[in-house]
């Protein structure tokens, strides 16, 4: 049993980290054929994202290999989840960081990072959209002047280790296997790095990776997006923590219909999550119905809306960018209308047929 699912029953701890998992599933919807779709809601966690799982794994492993020294200095260049994380495990552990950033973050995301002490240094982000490839050149210009360790978040193997109690908490929480994991994919580590140790325990779970439309890690031409935290842009080189072996298929959602996805459910729920987690969801309605009878979905819900509330929940920022597509709010409105009608009809019927 992992450290993360054998903490004491108590729930007073001494250092934020130790809150770190166990976060819950939420049921979204379900069909009349008893499918269901389950939200593993990871801004539960300290700084409200999955990403500090990881963030602390790669802090371990570079500590064991000798990579880093008390006192020592990390740098990361982030869109904001993974820098937050890493500005947490820094602190409790003794290190300073520093996180190479662009405009495209969310301004609450720099936020937070300040607040735990980290130190920005921004690069330009062009066109308004991520500026992946001038963050890690700038972050590898840092390491090699100063000698700070460098984690890579892309190509380090703690990022997908970090994921393993996920699995853990999914394989302990359900009574039957995961037909269906979803999740976006930036990285990789989160969807990877849990269904790599789901299919390790016997799990026959099947996925399908997220990415923003415009993004490369699918194939197709690069554009600009704004989906914090996922995909890849043009001229990126898809780091080896996305390992295609474990994506069974890979999807793209447009920026519109992800941000209203992610308010629709906000509006039904009173859950505010991010856009990469309405991009997931708007990809599990739309397969829900594929699923065999009883089956289970499960869409990795990776980081808080409230990050957001000054762009995927802000009316102004969505239309002037052109993302704010009502009809895209009335589809998946009507998309889960569609499903609780489906559970009333499969009600009626039973009681008048008594089976």
């Not at 039904?268 to 708007?282: E, S």
Request: hydrophobic share 40%.
């Amino acid at each position: 049993m992992t450290a993360t699912l054998a903490r004491r029953r108590g729930r007073i701890v001494r250092r934020a980290s130790e809150l770190i998992g166990r976060t819950p599933l939420f049921e979204l919807t379900r069909t009349g054929t008893g499918t269901r779709l389950l939200l593993k809601l990871e801004q539960f966690n300290p700084t409200g994202s999955a990403k500090v799982r990881m963030a602390r794994e790669m802090v371990l492993h570079a500590e064991r290999a000798g990579l880093l020294r008390p006192g020592g200095h990390i740098v990361e260049p982030t869109s904001g989840n993974t820098g937050t994380g890493l500005a947490l495990v820094a602190l409790e552990r003794g290190y300073t960081f520093t996180a190479v950033v662009d405009g495209h973050a969310a301004r609450d995301k720099l936020r937070a990072m300040r607040a735990l002490g980290a130190r920005l240094v921004f690069v330009d982000g062009g066109d308004g959209g991520p500026s992946t490839v001038a963050r890690r050149r700038k972050a590898a210009e840092i390491a090699a002047a100063t000698g700070a360790y460098w984690p890579d978040q892309h190509n380090n193997p703690g990022n997908g280790a970090g994921y393993r109690d996920l699995a853990a908490e999914l394989r302990a929480d359900l009574d039957t296997d995961v037909d269906w994991l979803i999740g976006a994919v930036g990285t990789g580590g989160s969807l990877c790095g849990t269904v790599g140790e789901l299919r390790r325990h016997g799990s026959r779970v099947r996925t399908i990776g997220v990415e923003p439309a415009g993004s490369i890690i699918f194939g197709g031409a690069g554009s600009p997006y704004w989906q914090s935290g996922a995909g890849s842009p043009a001229g990126f080189e898809v780091g080896r923590n996305v390992d295609y072996r474990h994506i069974d298929e890979g999807c793209k959602v447009a920026d519109a219909d992800a941000f209203a996805t992610a308010r629709v459910v906000a509006r039904r729920t009173g859950l505010l999550l991010g856009g990469t987690a309405g991009a997931a969801i708007h990809t599990a309605l739309h397969r829900l119905l594929r699923v065999p009878r009883g089956g289970t979905v499960v869409v990795l819900a990776c980081d808080a809306g409230e990050k957001y509330l000054d762009s995927v929940y802000d009316d102004a920022w969505l239309l002037e960018r052109g993302l704010l597509d009502h009809l895209a709010h009335q589809r998946i409105a009507r998309l889960l209308a569609a499903y609780d009608d489906s559970v009333g009809l499969a009600a009626t019927d039973l009681e008048r047929t008594g089976t």
